[in-house]
C-alpha cells in the first residue's frame, strides 16, 4: 500500500522559515510529479508549488521568490522550504504524488493526510 506521510509542520513567527517533508513509500514504480497543495478551512484546496521528474518546477503566484519544491529521486521525498512567512501561509498543507504502482501501467494521485503550518504575526 502506498502512503504519503508529511513532516516538519509547526509554529512559526512572522518572517520566518520552515521546511516540510514527505516521504512516499510503498510498491513504487516510478513518480512523475510531486506537489504541495494548502487549505484553510473554509477554502479550497490550493496548489503551491509543484516538480516534475525531470526538475521543472511550478509555482503559485503567493510564493514565488519565498517558496522552493525539490525532490530526491533515490529516496522517494519531496520538499518544500518556505521563507518570509507571513500569517497568509497558515494552512494545512498537503502532499501529493502522481505515481505508478509497481504492476499497474498507469499513474494515479495519491494524498498525504496533510501537516499543519502555523503562522504567528
Known amino acids: 500500500q502506498v502512503q504519503l506521510v508529511e513532516s516538519g509542520g509547526g509554529l512559526v513567527q512572522a518572517g520566518g522559515s520552515l521546511r516540510l517533508y514527505c516521504t512516499a513509500s510503498?510498491?513504487?514504480?516510478?513518480?512523475?510529479?510531486m506537489a504541495w497543495y494548502r487549505q484553510v478551512s473554509g477554502y479550497q484546496r490550493e496548489l503551491v508549488a509543484m516538480?516534475?521528474?525531470?526538475?521543472?518546477?511550478n509555482y503559485a503566484d503567493s510564493v514565488k521568490g519565498r517558496f522552493t519544491i525539490s525532490r530526491d529521486n533515490t529516496k522517494n521525498m519531496v520538499y518544500l522550504q518556505m521563507n518570509s512567512l507571513s500569517s497568509e501561509d497558515t494552512a494545512v498543507y498537503y502532499c501529493?504524488?502522481?505515481?505508478?504502482?509497481?504492476?499497474?501501467?498507469?499513474?494515479?494521485?495519491?494524498w498525504g493526510k496533510g501537516s499543519l503550518v502555523t503562522v504567528s504575526s
Open positions: 516538480i516534475i521528474d525531470g526538475g521543472t518546477t
Open positions: 501529493k504524488a502522481e505515481l505508478r504502482v509497481s504492476g499497474t501501467t498507469y499513474f494515479a494521485q495519491y
Open positions: 510503498g510498491s513504487i514504480f516510478s513518480i512523475r510529479t
